[in-house]
C-alpha cells in the first residue's frame, strides 16, 4: 500500500469555524490531490498540487484553500465551515501525469458540520 | 469539460455469476486513460484496472476485464465468478493524457449475494 495517512480521520465541527485536514505521504510523489466525495456525486476534485508551493484549482474548489510547504504534506483548509461541507475527503498521490500512473488514495477523513 | 456517466446506481448477482458495470464519457481528446476504482465498505478506493486509449487491446486482470469501445465513447468492466469481497461500489474514470485530473463516475453500487 502507498504510504499516505489523513489526519484526522473523523471530524465534528461546527459552522463558522476553521477546519484544516492534514495528507501526508512517504512516497515522495510530486502531485497530490483533494477529493470530496458526495452521494450522487462520485469524486470531485477540490484542488491539487504539482509540487511545493505550486496548487491549482479543481471544479469544486469554492470555500476552500490549500498549502504544501513541503513535498510530503498537502493541507486542506476550510475558512469558515458550511453544513454543505459536510462529506468525506480523500486525498491522492501520483508520481507523474504523463503516464497511466494511478493515483494512490489515502483512508479518506469523514467531516461533518453541524 | 470531460464527463463520465455510470447508469446503474445499484447492481446484485450471485455469487460465481458474471456481472457487466457499465460506463461512457464524453471528450474531444484523442489520447486519454480509463480506469476502473473499486470501494469497498472500508472507504479505502482501489484500482481494479486501467486502459490506455491508444491500445486497442482490451485491459485484463485476472478475474477482471474491460470492453472498451473507443468509438462509442465506452468503458464496461465486466466481473467473472463474482466473490463475496467484490460487494463495493465501482467508479469509473477519466484522464486526459498528460493532465493531472482525474473525473469519476457516480459510481455503481455492487451487491454480490451469496
Known amino acids: 500500500d502507498a504510504g499516505i495517512t489523513q489526519s484526522p480521520r473523523h471530524k465534528v465541527t461546527e459552522t463558522g469555524t476553521p477546519v484544516t485536514l492534514r495528507c501526508h505521504q512517504t512516497e515522495n510523489h510530486r502531485y497530490m490531490y483533494w477529493y470530496r466525495q458526495d452521494p450522487g456525486h462520485g469524486l470531485r476534485l477540490i484542488h491539487y498540487s504539482y509540487g511545493v508551493k505550486d496548487t491549482d484549482k479543481g471544479e469544486v474548489s469554492d470555500g476552500y484553500s490549500v498549502s504544501r510547504s513541503k513535498t510530503e504534506d498537502f493541507l486542506l483548509t476550510l475558512e469558515s465551515a458550511t453544513s454543505s461541507q459536510t462529506s468525506v475527503y480523500f486525498c491522492a498521490i501520483s508520481e507523474n501525469s504523463a503516464s497511466p500512473d494511478e493515483q494512490y488514495f489515502g483512508p479518506g477523513t469523514r467531516l461533518t458540520v453541524t | 469539460a470531460q464527463t463520465v456517466t455510470q447508469s446503474q446506481p445499484e447492481m446484485s448477482v450471485q455469487e460465481a455469476e458474471t456481472v457487466t458495470l457499465s460506463c461512457t464519457y464524453d471528450?474531444?481528446?484523442?489520447?486519454?486513460?480509463l480506469f476502473w476504482y473499486k470501494q469497498p465498505p472500508s472507504r479505502q478506493m482501489i484500482l481494479v484496472i486501467r486502459?490506455?486509449?491508444?491500445?486497442?487491446q482490451n485491459a485484463t486482470e485476472n478475474r477482471f476485464s474491460v470492453n472498451f469501445q473507443k468509438a462509442a465513447k465506452s468503458f464496461s468492466l465486466k466481473i467473472s465468478d463474482s466473490q463475496l469481497g467484490d460487494t463495493a461500489m465501482y467508479f469509473c474514470a477519466f484522464r486526459d493524457f498528460g493532465n493531472e485530473k482525474l473525473t469519476f463516475g457516480t459510481g455503481t453500487r455492487l451487491t454480490i449475494i451469496p
Open positions: 471528450t474531444s481528446e484523442n489520447n486519454y486513460y
Open positions: 486502459q490506455e486509449a491508444y491500445k486497442q
